[in-house]
């Protein structure tokens, strides 16, 4: 039988998309073990904007998390993740060699392989940083970040793949990813073919939300289009605008001739913990989502919706929340149908909630909108409405940009070192980049978390 593999996102994605990067170190430790052993080929691990979390709402060392799980896991492959553009979303000044650094120091904490979130916009910057990190010893997984409009159509997927494929040599596989949650298994098996005949054999892995109910038919025509490795979550943290559940998939597969390596005691460990943290915790548990179509005309990923609906809730607006998505469907046609992942869902939905707060569209215009819209974030992949740009254009605040050019961008590290401080260690050095002003205090992290329990060796790892 025909052998498929899997990528946990559970303590990754899974709990951004449910939870809003509320899971601590001591929810994961005292089930690291048994993770580790559950046989897959990746577990992915929060980037650099979870790290501003665990800083300043945890109080916690966001590399010692990657390196007590490196150490609990040690059969597992940890996945962590980079941006080409920046160490963070919307800062476009971060040097070069600060985000070549967080790659070399992610990998001497324990990260084995790189998700990069990129958009083929810059495939120089890409081959850049891909080949720091293979020289450093790890796995490359480069994103098709798929969306849905009228233009994104079937010779746009073809090039965007093509581009990947010209850097095959720094590439181990591709990962089809679709943050919304709105493709169909109809499109599932059409985008799959033309990637197919356009990625020179790279392996495929499959990723995609929940949000419109449709990703665990979509898995399953993944699978039997020719794709090998599934993204998903254990069942608490399945479903809703999470991914799909390990568990559920699982069972579909082998209705469907499939197999697996997963250790399915061990899995159901896994799950049942984390099911145990979100009751203690009262943290939701994912639930299947209803069908909507209104979800694929604003197609605003899951995690973001739960921001969203947190930050409007603080302000008591949260009953303005479909207004403000309606918003978004409309500034997502001005600016050219970008894909609403990030940074660009965020660039989207920010400027639809000034439009609505305001009380009249553009009156404020946000300085990553205009950033966006001149091409600082890469060239946009359709041009967006003339009227919106010459609004834009007109505005005071867009003539301070036309020149604007990310400073200190060659600056070195030991440069950087001398600026901020000059006994930083190099992670501590990337945490008072990322975190200005917020220093870790060592030793008074939110909660303690359990020291390790002696064990016999490891099992092999997937």
């Not at 399953?220 to 599934?230: H, K, M, N, W």
């Not at 929340?321 to 940074?343: C, F, K, N, S």
Request: charged content about 25%; glycine content about 6%; hydrophobic content about 35%.
């Amino acid at each position: 039988m025909d052998k498929v593999h899997f990528v946990d996102q559970t303590i990754r994605d899974a709990q951004q998309s449910l939870w809003g990067l509320m899971m601590r170190t001591d929810h994961i430790a005292p089930i690291a073990e048994t993770m580790g052993k559950v046989g897959y080929l990746a577990i992915g691990m929060v980037g650099s904007q979870a790290f501003t979390i665990q800083v300043r709402n945890h109080n916690e060392d966001p590399w010692e998390r990657t390196r007590l799980l490196a150490k609990l896991m040690p059969g597992a492959c940890l996945r962590g993740s980079y941006q080409t553009a920046s160490l963070s979303s919307f800062d476009l000044s971060t040097p070069r060699d600060v985000i070549s650094l967080w790659i070399k120091r992610s990998v001497a904490n324990g990260i084995g392989s790189f998700w990069i979130c990129d958009y083929q916009e810059n495939m120089e910057r890409f081959r850049y940083f891909a080949q720091i990190a293979k020289a450093e010893g790890a796995e490359i997984v480069t994103s098709l970040m798929y969306t849905s409009s009228p233009l994104h159509t079937d010779d746009h997927w073809a090039e965007k793949t093509r581009l990947i494929a010209d850097a095959r040599d720094c590439i181990d596989r591709i990962m089809i990813s679709d943050e919304s949650g709105v493709i169909t298994p109809e499109r599932t098996r059409e985008l799959i073919s033309v990637v197919q005949r356009n990625c020179d054999g790279i392996p495929l892995e499959f990723h995609c939300h929940c949000n419109s109910g449709l990703a665990p038919l979509c898995y399953l025509e993944a699978v039997q289009a020719g794709v090998t490795t599934l993204h998903t979550a254990v069942a608490p943290l399945a479903n809703g605008t999470s991914l799909p559940a390990t568990e559920s998939v699982l069972k579909n597969l082998r209705r469907l001739g499939y197999e697996s390596n997963l250790d399915e005691d061990a899995l159901a460990a896994v799950s049942a913990h984390f099911r145990e943290v979100a009751e203690k915790e009262g943290l939701p548990v994912g639930k299947p989502m209803e069908y909507d179509l209104f979800h694929f005309e604003h197609q605003v990923p899951g995690g973001m919706v739960t921001n969203l609906t947190r930050q409007l809730r603080e302000i008591k607006m949260e009953h303005r929340l479909d207004e403000i998505l309606e918003e978004v469907v409309q500034v997502r046609r001005e600016y050219g149908y970008p894909v609403m992942a990030t940074p660009y869902s965020q660039i989207v939905g920010a400027q639809a909630f000034e439009n609505v707060v305001s009380g009249e569209r553009y009156k404020k215009v946000t300085d990553e909108s205009i950033k966006y819209l001149l091409g600082y974030y890469g060239e946009p992949a359709f041009p967006p409405s003339p009227e919106v740009m010459d609004r834009v254009m007109d505005l005071p605040r867009t003539k301070e940009f036309l020149d604007w050019k990310p400073e200190g961008y060659l600056k070195s590290v030991e440069e950087l070192r001398q600026e901020i401080g000059p006994d930083l260690s190099d992670d501590d050095l990337l945490l008072k980049i990322l975190i200005p002003g917020r220093p870790l205090k060592r030793g008074e992290s939110g909660r303690q978390v359990p020291a390790p329990a002696a064990r016999s060796a490891a099992p092999p790892g997937a």
